[in-house]
């Protein structure tokens, strides 16, 4: 009896520390040593298999159309992203590229742009309010940074009735992106 006490207590002891290195409310890690980079998504996403495109995506099981993904694509080693100008220019030119392209029947608003430091990179954090042709409404918040030759583009879509509840989440899953 004594030893199933002192396993239960260690078990206990052990599931209660585990939580003291959680790395976020809801979150948890992605780690890319490879490519440089790491993020936190939100717990009870599953990685999506691509082929093309995105070198990952994460996807919310219950809700499919919700998901995280990182692109990259090269640039000169010696650029800055400041050198593709300032958060918004920057901010808009994504939203012309990437979020609401031509012909994608999507209208992309830059709600906010910033621009932030950490550990010497250079992010500049993107927020959009994205119309659909089909009359829906998503949110997306985007980190972009430079780091060894590559432009990488982190992005969180989730639709506006989501981007209400949860915000704070998705905020902290975008803001934790880092290169190295």
């Known amino acids: 009896m004594g030893q199933r006490l002192v396993l239960v207590l260690i078990m206990i002891l052990g599931l209660s520390l585990g939580g003291c290195v959680a790395t976020g409310v809801g979150l948890q890690s992605y780690v890319d040593a ?23 995506v994460f ?3 219950v809700e499919r ?19 593709l100008g300032d958060a ?18 999507r209208v992309a608003e830059l709600v906010s742009a910033e ?10 954090l993107l ?7 089909e009359g829906g409404e998503r949110h997306n918040f985007a980190s972009v940074a ?3 030759g590559k432009l990488f583009t982190f992005n969180l879509s989730t639709t506006e009735r989501r ?7 998705f905020r902290q899953a975008v803001e934790s992106f880092s290169v190295y």
Request: zero cysteines.
């Open 65 to 83: 159309s919700e998901n995280v993904s990182l692109m990259m694509s090269p640039v000169p080693k010696d650029r800055l992203l400041q050198d």
């Open 34 to 56: 490879e490519d440089g980079y790491e993020f936190l998504y939100p717990n009870g996403w599953v990685p999506v298999e691509v082929r093309s495109g995105p070198d990952v």
């Open 88 to 105: 918004t220019e920057v901010g808009y030119r994504l939203s012309k590229s990437a979020i609401a392209p031509p012909d994608s029947g």
């Open 127 to 133: 927020e959009y309010a994205v119309k659909l042709k």
């Open 59 to 61: 996807r919310d099981l």
């Open 163 to 169: 981007w209400q509840k949860a915000q704070e989440t």
């Open 146 to 148: 430079i780091s060894r």
């Open 115 to 124: 621009s932030r430091q950490a550990k010497g990179k250079t992010y500049y």
